[in-house]
Nanobody
Framework: QVQLVESGGGLVQAGGSLRLSCAASARTGNIYKMGWFRQAPGKERRFVASIHWIYGSTSYADAVKGRFTIFRDLAKNTLYLQMNNLKPGDTAAYYC????????????????WGQGTQVSVSS
């Protein structure tokens, strides 16, 4: 069983930055793609970004392109999401996910989910 533990959320003013971390309890050889989804109150979970664990190829939701950067530390089995120029619309619980190498922006593609970390952005 893969366990994912997110951290780094918090309250920040619009225009500020946060860095989320996700520590994975799995060997790198068993991780193919990792990413982030987010869910605002009363809304569905939405794709944010993903990265192929080995290749480093990335994918971003249009809403975060140019502001968020997903990256990973292979040695630490840790995924990160650097969030810059945060907007109130970024307010959500952010979830770290893992899935197969072919996983897309569909939440059903992913196998494991973290518990979530809250990001709140004030105007």
């Amino acid at each position: 069983q893969v366990q994912l533990v997110e951290s780094g959320g918090g309250l920040v003013q619009a225009g500020g930055s946060l860095r989320l971390s996700c520590a994975a309890s799995a060997r790198t050889g068993n991780i193919y793609k990792m990413g982030w989804f987010r869910q605002a109150p009363g809304k569905e979970r939405r794709f944010v970004a993903s990265i192929h664990w080995i290749y480093g190829s990335t994918s971003y939701a249009d809403a975060v392109k140019g502001r968020f950067t997903i990256f990973r530390d292979l040695a630490k089995n840790t995924l990160y999401l650097q969030m810059n120029n945060l907007k109130p619309g970024d307010t959500a619980a952010y979830y770290c996910v893992t899935g197969p190498g072919w996983a897309t922006q569909d939440s059903n593609d992913y196998d494991y989910w973290g518990q979530g970390t809250q990001v709140s952005v004030s105007s």
